[in-house]
């Protein structure tokens, strides 16, 4: 390698030391794209200039590849060398330095205007013919430093050394290339893929290793000779590769030759009826060498393409003709290959678009052939190998018998019976049962020895499934119209119990808001005579029992505005426990010596959202009533307590834990009749003359059931009827879930007061 050596008369220059690291970095360059990249990076730092640009001549033309510029200049762009400064520097191998570019011929004026250059300085690289140029730009008019030319010309030199250098390089590393190449080809020969796939590589292979910058092309003929069946050009244009699919092989004839050279297309005659075809995309020159099968059959070509004209080199021959061969090889291989896929996959497609799979038994061998969807039938995986004794074990218990004896019928010389038979399998991983149809014939050789038995087996679980249901549908259909029927029936009685709820609470809530405003003069007026001590102590106790029943007359109201939704519950959370606790006292004093009064609830409990006064009033009426119930005494128990909640429950909630509120006693009890309408709000099962005592007599008269998130816990109350009223307990709080609860409105009328 020929070392880069620094002019010294630029020792001192402050601008030496871009030099020097441009020498550096050029010494290590290998090809040409990185000599273009040292430059676009050094070159501008090293003279000064407000940008510079790197231009290659390449057919005709100067492309300017690369730039380093406070604004854009023309990378990217191409002009015609002999209307560009920079073609006159690589034409007359000399430095131009143009004061002002607005007044010289040479400068393309229309290229110029967009930009900032008004002068610049553009030196030649390559020699003896130079075939780049380097140029530097300044944004105003001015005469050239010596110096910087002296720079920018040293530049130019280091870029041809490294040229040079790096072309150097490349001769020595062809060799190993080559060889290299030849190593890939022959890999991609034996590698599992497609053709077409195979042969782009190939393709693009050769083209990396070519020097003269050609473009591939594999063209591959049908069987008739007559049309291209393939083309593998991936750096042809698709429009080429297109059209020659549409035409005869005519232009393909001389592939019989062991090599074509049409040197150019433009005038050779061969390709007078294709050549606007082939120039219209670029293509000068064409060379070819024929693609034959091992036993010479002719199978296509190898086809170069080059955009100038040129000849071929030997190191291209050589190349050309090692593909050729190789590809030959590949080509024959892959289609005898492929003409055995197709005829697999033709079966394969017929098998699986039908859902069939097929068996094949070989009785001298003592072999079975399942493909994986025959497998399947037996829940065994595609991979897993199998015997006869698969087949055996994987059949039904009470199918087996029958199945094996259709098999051996088939197989006997004697009868050689149709095989055809409905069998279920036992799934051997999966243990699933599925229901397969069977049918087959033995194989018998002129001794009339079965050889094998083979046919075809269908999965008819579902066809079996579905009769098996239609026979269901007819066996029970009288009983689901009878039970379609009766849900019809409970929905209706549903609607019209909501709709009697409904009017019974408009009624009731007009009703309780006239009489209370009919009270509030009344209570106003008590408590008036109360405060002024009006009349004498017998007056004041009545007017304090008037009060009194005023109140109660007051808090009945209220109920009756809860029942309406008209009046809002004070819910607080409450300890359910507690509660049953501290009333224990006054259930036993209200029910009387002959009633045994028993309270179980455990403290554990948790806590209900709900409004403990109508609480407390529901359980109180509860007690009455069954106090009402046990005329000759007996036991009331009331207990509190956790209780699981499964699917099709009597309360319908949501499954899991709830509170469940119990009161029982040991009275008469209910008929079903009564047991109906236990909830309905006013209705009594008390005789004329009896004490009604204002309670709504069905126990959960006038209590509202408002469901929550399911997520949540609720607290359950039932009464002996069953009826439930629910709130919600949030189990992952520590205190009160806050939600809407039960609403009640349950009265309990004063006797004493109503007495006086």
């Known amino acids: 390698m020929r070392l880069l050596n620094v002019p010294k008369d630029l ?51 100067c492309s300017y590849v690369a730039e380093d510029a406070v604004s854009p ?62 140029g530097a730009y300044w944004p105003d008019v001015r005469d050239h430093d010596p110096d910087t030319i002296k720079l920018l010309e040293s530049l130019a030199r280091l870029a041809t050394i490294a040229i040079e250098n790096a072309r150097l390089t490349q001769a020595r590393n062809r060799g ?17 893929t497609t053709l077409n796939v195979t042969l782009d590589a190939i393709v693009r292979e050769v083209e990396a290793l070519s020097t003269s910058g050609f473009v591939g092309s594999i063209v591959l003929l049908d069987e008739d000779m007559y049309h291209v069946e393939h083309c593998a050009g991936p750096s042809l244009p698709d429009a080429y590769t297109d059209a020659l699919k549409a035409i005869a092989v005519a232009p393909f004839q001389g592939y019989q030759s062991a090599l074509m050279a049409v040197a150019d297309i433009m005038i050779d005659p061969r390709w007078s009826e294709f050549r606007d075809l082939a120039v219209g995309h670029g293509l000068l020159v064409c060379w070819s060498v024929p693609i034959r099968s091992a036993q010479g059959a002719l199978l296509g070509a190898f086809v170069l393409y080059h955009r100038e004209l040129r000849e071929p080199l030997p190191a291209d021959i050589e190349i050309i003709n090692f593909v050729a061969h190789t590809v030959g090889l590949i080509v024959h291989r892959a289609r005898t290959d492929s003409a055995i896929r197709i005829s697999e996959s033709r079966l394969r497609l017929a098998v699986d678009h039908a859902d069939v799979g097929f068996w094949d038994v070989d009785l001298v061998h003592d072999t079975l052939v399942w493909p994986s969807q025959t497998k399947a039938m037996f829940g065994i995986s595609a991979n897993v190998k199998v015997t006869l004794q698969d087949f055996y074990d994987g059949l039904h218990p009470e199918d087996r018998d029958a199945t094996i004896d259709a098999f051996l019928a088939a197989a006997y010389p004697e009868r050689r ?47 079996k499934a579905a009769e098996e249901e239609l026979r269901e549908l007819n066996d029970t259909l009288e009983r689901r119209i009878v039970q379609a029927i009766a849900e019809r029936e409970e929905v209706q009685q549903t609607l019209r119990q909501s709709q009697k709820m409904e009017a019974m609470g408009q009624l009731t809530g007009g ?37 009194q029943s005023a109140e109660r007359a007051k808090t009945l109201v209220q109920r009756l505005l809860a029942f309406a939704r008209r009046q809002p519950l004070q819910t607080v959370p409450v300890d359910v426990a507690k509660l049953l606790s501290d009333m224990g006292d006054l259930v036993a004093r209200t029910a009387g010596p002959k009633i045994k009064v028993v309270v179980d609830a455990p403290e554990n409990l948790p806590a209900a959202i709900a409004d403990q006064n109508q609480l407390e009033m529901a359980v109180l009426n509860l007690s009455v009533n069954a106090r009402d119930a046990m005329i000759g005494g007996g036991t009331l128990c009331i207990s509190a307590g956790t209780v699981l909640v499964g699917d099709g429950h009597r309360s319908k909630l949501p499954k899991g834990e709830y509170l469940c509120l119990t009161v029982a006693d040991t009275g008469t009890g209910m008929d079903a009749a009564t047991l109906g309408r236990a909830v309905e709000p006013f209705f009594s099962t008390k005789g004329v003359g009896r004490d009604w005592s204002g309670s709504f007599d069905g126990a959960w008269a006038g209590i509202t059931i408002e469901r929550c998130s399911h997520d949540s816990e609720f607290a359950r109350f039932r009464d002996e009827s069953g009826a439930v009223v629910a709130a919600q307990h949030d189990r992952a709080s520590s205190g009160f879930a806050h939600c809407r609860g039960v609403r009640a409105a349950i009265d309990a009328r004063d006797r004493a007061a109503g007495r006086r």
Request: glycine residues 8%; proline residues 3%.
């Open 11 to 61: 020792i001192g220059d402050d601008r030496l030391s871009h030099v020097l690291s441009a020498s550096e970095r050029l010494t290590c360059a290998a090809s040409v794209e990185e000599v273009v990249a040292v430059l676009r990076d050094t070159a501008r730092a090293a003279v000064g200039a407000e940008g510079i640009a790197v231009v290659i001549e390449n057919e005709g033309r």
């Open 73 to 134: 200049l023309w990378q990217g762009q191409s002009f015609l060398i002999d209307h560009c400064v920079s073609g006159w520097t690589m034409r007359h191998g000399e430095t131009v330095a143009i004061r002002d570019v607005w007044l010289d011929p040479r400068i393309p004026q229309d290229a110029y205007a967009p930009t900032f250059v008004r002068s610049l300085v553009m030196v030649p690289i390559g020699r003896p013919v130079p075939f780049s140029a380097l």
């Open 176 to 192: 190993a290339a080559l060889r290299t190449t030849q190593n890939r080809i022959l890999e991609l020969a034996v590698e599992v």
């Open 417 to 463: 019976a149709l095989y055809e038979v409905d069998y279920r399998t036992v799934g051997r991983e999966d243990g699933i049962v599925r229901w397969i149809a069977a049918k087959g014939r033995g194989v018998f050789n002129a001794a009339g020895v079965c050889l094998r038995v083979t046919g075809t087996a269908i999965e008819i679980t579902a066809r």
């Open 511 to 547: 009703v309780a808001h006239d009489f209370n405003n009919l009270l509030t003069p009344i209570v106003g007026t008590l408590d008036l005579l109360l405060r002024r001590g009006v009349g004498g102590d017998r007056e004041q106790r009545l007017i304090s029992g008037a009060m």
